[in-house]
């Protein structure tokens, strides 16, 4: 069994205001919908991340139109399978609000943050990945024609029902979490532990002037989306298929040195913080060049 182990460097933190604890770091699975993606070129990358500490995975309902979804889904169940995780060691994530289709095949309710696609598109996410429920599911971006209050209602039904654990916002603005946070005390529901955005050297206005102002004075923690990182540059030969043996072992062996690099910068396990800012840090991996 491959197992993440004290001797991977890797740092856990608490996700937001939560006991959950997660990796610093995090594979998530935004691509493009095409056959070079499979089950077992993802399979390998999660179980690579995974020998490093990596605990925290991420998907989404339209990523790659729902593709996403299918593959992270059959890979968690191979790692399962082979025995090279449980269910337990993994901490999965979902986001609702594109829907599968795109903003512009979408019918009328496949998109937003309503109650009826909120608990149709986490049902729908749940059948594509094979799972029971997901750790964390995020509301993926603000609704402006949906109440927040039936968004705080519908997250807390999801929930209750077991379908996930905990819930998030992300891209929303600090006055949207404040509000969402509001409504959720006032009528006693499950409030959102952490707001997920965009932070890099060309994304940084809202992380450095709202959400590090103001999470701790609403209680809640973020962590940013970095820009995407090209899983080096052969990577799409790599999962097409059309490498020799030497060469995807060559990549091999350059996927391993970049988990070990980053795992090696964070700090000794167990070392369990609560960030005030850095609940948790994610790359969004990718197998396709920019």
């Known amino acids: 069994m491959v197992s993440a182990t004290p001797a991977s460097k890797m740092t856990y933190r608490f996700l937001g205001n939560s006991g959950l604890l997660v990796s610093k770091f995090a ?28 605990n925290l995975f991420d998907s989404a309902e339209n990523y790659a139109l729902g593709r996403a979804d299918e593959l992270m889904g059959g890979a968690i169940q191979k790692g399962i399978a082979d025995g090279v995780w449980s269910r337990e060691d993994l901490v999965v994530t979902a986001k609702i609000f594109s829907g599968t289709k795109g903003f512009t095949n979408g019918t009328p309710n496949s998109q937003g943050l309503n109650r009826k696609h909120l608990i149709e598109g986490t049902q729908a996410s749940l059948g594509s990945m094979g799972l029971e429920y997901v750790d964390v599911i995020f509301c993926h971006h603000p609704d402006a024609f949906t109440p927040i209050e039936e968004t705080v209602r519908a997250m807390n039904y999801i929930i209750e029902q077991g379908w996930a654990f905990y819930w998030d916002t992300s891209n929303w603005s600090i006055g949207e979490i404040m509000e969402a946070c509001e409504i959720a005390d006032r009528l006693g529901l499950i409030r959102i532990i952490v707001e997920q955005s965009q932070y890099s050297i060309l994304e940084r206005n809202r992380v450095e002037f709202e959400l590090e102002k103001d999470s701790q004075r609403v209680q809640f923690g973020w962590f940013p989306s970095t820009a995407i990182i090209e899983m080096l540059g052969e990577y799409n030969n790599f999962i097409g298929g059309n490498t020799s043996t030497r060469e995807i072992r060559k990549v091999e062996v350059r996927v391993q040195m970049f988990w070990q690099a980053l795992s090696e910068r964070s700090e000794p396990t167990p070392a369990r913080k609560r960030g005030r800012v850095h609940a948790s840090q994610v790359f969004w991996v990718r197998a396709e060049r920019v």
């Open 27 to 54: 594979l998530g699975s935004w691509m493009f919908r095409d056959e070079k993606n499979t089950v077992d070129a993802w399979y390998e990358m999660m179980k690579t991340a995974f020998s490093h500490g990596v």
